[in-house]
């Protein structure tokens, strides 16, 4: 079992529409907690990191819910601009500062 | 220049060339990294220094050789690679370990 899991998607969502993605991890170990946003043949760009009340930056809002472990990330009132590769990523405690990434959830913003 | 850089953005070499990848962080961290990502997979972690000492080597073949002189500058050595290798190699640097990562724009390789 990997030790996180997306679903690959993509995602195909009309502007203004409202997404959620999930993410499970399988350690419970796990500390902290990100999203990032990947482009086409760019680099990962971090999004937001995910707090455990849960936090909010313009239309996009992260959650924790470590008892069953998934994390989750809601888009609203999508954007064009907004379509790319999300990545969820986790750092395990007691870790040498390696993060695991997921292989992330594809979504395509369409007019 | 701010950021993450990394040089060259594009490389294309042979099987029996060496050259190297350079990585530069102007954020002040102290932890740096070496991913590898290939079409259609996760990033796989290669390597990681922090203050300048290896603290991780994920079972990378020894055909590619890092090099951290100081916190600022990574290098990633490469000689005899394999056409398998061919694929996007990023940089990352964090303020340390566990907190996030950013990521330079890497380094395209194509081994032929």
């Known amino acids: 079992r990997k030790e996180v899991e997306q679903d690959p998607g993509p995602f195909n969502v009309p502007e203004g529409a409202t997404v959620a993605f999930n993410c499970t991890y399988s350690n419970s170990a796990s500390q902290s907690f990100f999203w990032y946003r990947q482009d086409c043949r760019k680099e990962p760009k971090l999004l937001m990191s995910v707090y455990s009340s849960g936090n909010e930056d313009g239309r996009f809002t992260a959650q924790l819910n470590r008892a069953s472990q998934y994390i989750s990330l809601l888009i609203r009132d999508s954007k064009l601009s907004d379509s790319a590769t999300y990545l969820c990523?986790?750092?395990?405690?007691?870790?040498?500062?390696?993060?695991?990434f997921g292989q992330g959830t594809t979504l395509q913003v369409k007019p | 220049e701010t950021g993450v850089t990394q040089t060259p953005r594009h490389l294309v070499m042979g099987m029996t060339n060496k050259k190297s990848l350079k990585c530069e962080q102007h954020l002040g961290h102290n932890a740096m990294y070496w991913y590898k990502q290939s079409a259609k997979k996760p990033l796989e972690l290669m390597f990681v220094y922090s203050l300048e000492e290896r603290v991780e080597n994920n079972s990378v073949p020894s055909r590619f050789s890092p090099e951290c002189p100081n916190s600022s500058h990574l290098f990633l050595h490469l000689h005899t690679l394999q056409p398998e290798d061919s694929a996007l190699y990023l940089c990352?640097?964090?303020?340390?370990?566990?907190?996030?990562?950013?990521f330079g724009p890497g380094t395209r390789l194509t081994v032929t």
């Open positions: 990523v986790i750092h395990r405690s007691g870790n040498t500062g390696k993060l695991i």
């Open positions: 990352a640097s964090s303020q340390g370990r566990g907190y996030e990562q950013y």
